[in-house]
């Protein structure tokens, strides 16, 4: 059965800290790229950043560059984190983990399987 499950969401002030996590298993998850979006309500999901499948490459959306970090543990399961510093009242969304097959995977449609996603909100 093929999971994958966020956590670490949770309320937090603008400038501060907090870190997610992606448990995936069910699949050889340590071949997929592995990625981050979010949504907002209203909004479309919006692509966070990705990471490679051996970890080498990573890649942002430009509202989280330099602020957002993607890392990933295949030791056992793959778990994949996303790091989040100096964070903002618009980073406010529920936070979605996935992962694909594709190369530069940066549309929500080069992913073939979705985490139920986790809350982020930060306040002001």
């Known amino acids: 059965q093929v999971q994958l499950v966020e956590s670490g969401g949770g309320l937090v002030q603008a400038g501060g800290s907090l870190k997610l996590s992606c448990a995936a298993s069910?699949?050889?998850?340590?071949?997929?790229?592995m990625g981050w979006f979010r949504q907002a309500p209203g909004k479309e999901r919006e692509f966070v950043g990705t990471?490679?499948?051996?970890?080498?490459?990573?890649?942002y959306g430009d509202s989280v560059k330099g602020r957002f970090t993607i890392s990933r543990d295949d030791a056992r399961n793959t778990v994949v984190y996303l790091q989040m510093t100096s964070l903002k009242p618009e980073d406010t969304a529920v936070y979605y983990c996935?992962?694909?097959?594709?190369?530069?995977?940066?549309?929500?449609?080069?992913?073939?399987?979705w985490g139920q996603g986790t809350q982020v909100t930060v306040s002001s």
């Open positions: 996935a992962a694909s097959w594709r190369p530069n995977p940066v549309r929500a449609s080069d992913y073939a399987y």
């Open positions: 069910g699949r050889p998850f340590s071949n997929y790229g």
């Open positions: 990471i490679s499948w051996n970890g080498a490459t990573t890649y």
